[in-house]
C-alpha cells in the first residue's frame, strides 16, 4: 500500500514538474506577427523591442508592455473654422501615420495615443491657413493647406517616433445656405453663358440666310438680265431671216409680223392651260402698233440695263 502511495506521489510530481517546464517555456518563448513588434520591460523597465518571429524572455522578469502596429494608419480630422469673408466651413483633413522602424519605443512611451496630438497641429494650422482666405482661395488652395498641414506634422510628430506620410484635404464642406447661394449662382452663369451661346447661333444663322439671299438676288437679277439679252438677241436673228425672207418689206412691217406672231403664241398658250384667265390686249392694228411700242420700250430698256450689267 505505502509503495502504490509512493508511485502515486511520484507520478503526481512528474506531472507537477511537466506542467511547470511547459509553463515556464510559454512564458519564456513568444512570438511576434509581420507588420507589428512587442515593447518588452524588465522590472518597468524598457528592456528592447521584439520583432516578427520567434523571440525569448525571461519568465517572471520580462513582460510585454505593448504590440504597436507598422501599418499605415488614417485619421481623419474634421476642422470647423470660419473663412476671411465670414462664411463658416468644414475642412476635413485625411492624415496618414504610421510608426517609424527603430522608433516603437518612442512611440509607445512618449504618446500614449497619437490622434489628439494630431488633431491638435491640424486644427492649428487649417485654421491659420483659412482665415486669412476667402471661400474661393480656400477651394483653390487645397493643395497649399494639405501641404501646410503635411511640412507641421512631419516637423513634430517625428519627435514622438511617428512618420507622416500624406493628410490631404479630403472636402471643403460651406454651411447649408452658403452651399444654395453657390449653386444659383452657377445655375445663374450657366443660363447666362447658354443664352449668350444661343444669342451668337441665331447671329450667325440671319447672317448666313442675308448672305444666302443676297447671292440669290444678284443670281436672279443676272438671271433676268441674261435671258432679256437672249429674247433681243433672238428677236434680232429672226428680224435678220425675214428680211432675207422678204427682201422689200420695211423694219417696221417685220416687227409688225414678229409682234402679232408673239401675241397669237401668247393667247394660244393661255387657251391651252386648264384654268387660264382670260386677258384683254388691244385687237385693232392700231392697238397692235402702240402694244409693240410699248415692248419695243421696255425691251430698249432692258438691253440698256443688261449692258450695264
Sequence with gaps: MDNLISTVLNWVGIIVAGLFVLLLLKMTFFTVSNQTV????????????ARAGLNIKIPLVDSVRATPSLQVLQHVVTVDTITKDKVSVKVAVAVQYQVIEGQEADAVYKLSNPEPQIETFVFDVVRSQVTTQTLDEVFNSKSDIANAVNNELTADMAAFGYRILRSPVTEIDPEASVKQAMNKINAAQREREAATAQG????????????GQ???????GEGIALQRAEIVKGLTNS??????SY?????????????????????????????ATTIFVPASPQGMTDFRQQIMEGLVGSVKGAAKS
Design 38 to 49: 512587442k515593447i518588452i520591460e524588465r522590472f518597468g523597465k524598457y528592456k528592447k523591442t
Design 200 to 211: 451668337e447661333a441665331e447671329k450667325t444663322l440671319r447672317v448666313l440666310q442675308a448672305e
Design 214 to 220: 443676297r447671292d440669290s438676288d444678284k443670281l436672279k
Design 239 to 244: 428680224i435678220e431671216e425675214l428680211k432675207k
Design 247 to 275: 427682201p422689200g418689206a420695211s423694219e417696221e412691217a417685220i416687227m409688225n409680223m414678229l409682234m402679232m406672231n408673239q401675241w397669237l403664241e401668247a393667247l394660244t398658250a393661255i387657251g391651252a392651260k386648264s384654268g
